[in-house]
């Protein structure tokens, strides 16, 4: 239920807010949807009449999570997932602002559909919602889309969502024509041929599994092909998900050929690995696959120095119908945005990463990229922050999960913090009574 928009103090918190690299005991005055002022002793200089006081002592308070890789089922499957259910997940999960892809139906390939998206968000949604356009045509990998146009239309970026683009000339044509626009591509690396009909990671497990397995080569070369493009075009360059070494090193060395070059991580293969598959739980089928736990400890140590810049809830939900069967047949995808900052937080009290670290990677960076005003506590940055409490214990229940869909991998986990308090243009969304 949305309260009003009297002016909110957030008082005596453990404010972290990575833009500022700021981690230290302050308050929040927020006021006409954006931040007045968050530092030490505003509530002791006094605050405006009417100011709605609360007492975050000994809890966090950050920016919004802004959520770069997100299903949502409108146009065309709001059965799976609705811009209204979406947004009670994200608002429950710290996500103040949901990026949505564009494989709905139809696809989002026209600045109409872009503007319905909008427009529908504005009537139904609680939290931000944006939507990156298709990079093809229909996402068939043939003929880009008019960039211009839908970046105009309110496109924050351009991707053919969970399909690669395998032509290489439509790629270098998209980079280059991107770059007259400023222009993010986004780009899902995994070669459908040497994916082919593979279902896991391949390796041991998926033998043993009697699965056909998925080589990290699809990923690799599929990167390595986008990379040298990027150096033709010297565009804009996002890898929407890297899960193992070698890609790594494929960024690694762009990065120091002084390339525009970031990458996303999603948050399942950054906190789960393949053995959590088991006695084959389709609800860890996922794509590109969960790898094995060496390929899940580099990723946390490249988010850690940097190297991954963002962490994504890859939110894709699946109805029963599609998920109750057997793991070679059964969808890949599972929801995520009602449990990412939470899943993340098992990296935080395992010493893996820092908090901070944590909070940069799922809010404030992913706002640079996409040039969006979230992600931030400064001054004047939009009134989106949450109040988590770190050590308040649960154990994921999937029938109170808001999403329509209950396809998630933290399935009965144990968990360590949850999110208290969620405020969306100085309004509270969300809020545990």
């Not at 060395?253 to 789960?272: F, K, M, P, Q, Y």
């Amino acid at each position: 239920m949305l309260s009003d928009r009297r002016p909110i103090l957030l008082a005596n918190a453990r404010v972290v807010d990575p833009s500022r690299d700021f981690d230290g005991i302050a308050d929040v005055l927020m006021a006409d949807g954006v931040i007045r002022e968050a530092k030490k002793g505003i509530g002791a200089a006094g605050v405006p009449e009417g100011t709605d006081v609360i007492d975050c002592r000994g809890k966090v308070v950050a920016p919004g999570l802004v959520d770069m890789r997100a299903f949502v089922g409108e146009p065309g499957a709001a059965s799976r997932e609705s811009l209204a259910s979406a947004s009670q997940a994200a608002a429950a999960g710290g996500v103040t602002t949901i990026i949505c892809q564009p494989d709905t139906s139809p696809v989002i390939d026209n600045p109409a559909t872009v503007d319905y998206v909008l427009r529908r968000a504005r009537d139904t949604a609680i939290v931000h919602v944006h939507p990156m356009a298709a990079l093809t045509k229909g996402l068939e990998g043939k003929e880009m889309t008019e960039i211009g146009l839908l970046k105009a239309a309110g496109a924050v970026a351009f991707t053919d969502g969970a399909r690669s683009v395998t032509n290489a000339q439509v790629m270098r044509r998209a980079l280059t024509y991107a770059g007259d626009f400023d222009a993010l591509i986004v780009h899902h690396t995994e070669d459908p041929d040497l994916t082919g009909d593979g279902v896991m990671n391949e390796g041991e497990f998926a033998a043993r599994l009697g699965l056909l397995g998925v080589p990290k080569a699809a990923e690799t070369i599929m990167l390595e092909r986008d990379l040298r493009l990027v150096g033709l075009t010297r565009g804009r360059y996002h890898a929407a998900s890297v899960t193992c070494p070698e890609s790594l090193e494929v960024l690694r060395r762009a990065r120091d050929e002084g390339l525009a070059v970031t990458a996303s991580a999603s948050i399942n293969h950054v906190t789960l690995n393949e053995n959590d598959i088991g006695p084959y739980r389709t609800f860890l089928k996922v794509s590109p696959p969960l790898r094995e736990e060496p390929d899940r400890v580099a990723l946390v140590q490249a988010l850690r120095a940097g190297l991954i810049d963002v962490i994504m809830s890859d939110h894709n939900p699946q109805d029963v119908e599609t998920k109750r069967l057997p793991f070679a047949e059964a969808a890949p995808g599972a929801i995520g945005i009602e449990t990412m900052l939470i899943a993340g937080l098992r990296l935080v009290h395992s010493g893996e990463i820092d908090l901070p670290t944590l909070l940069r990677a799922t809010s404030t960076r992913p706002a640079e990229l996409l040039g969006l005003p979230g992600g931030s506590l400064r001054a004047g940055a939009p009134a989106d922050v949450i109040v988590i409490d770190l050590d308040q214990p649960w154990v994921v229940n999937p029938d109170e999960l808001k999403s329509k869909c209950k396809n998630t991998p933290f399935d009965e986990a144990r968990m360590q913090g949850r999110v208290v308090r969620t405020i969306v243009s100085g309004r509270t969304v969300y809020e545990v009574v």
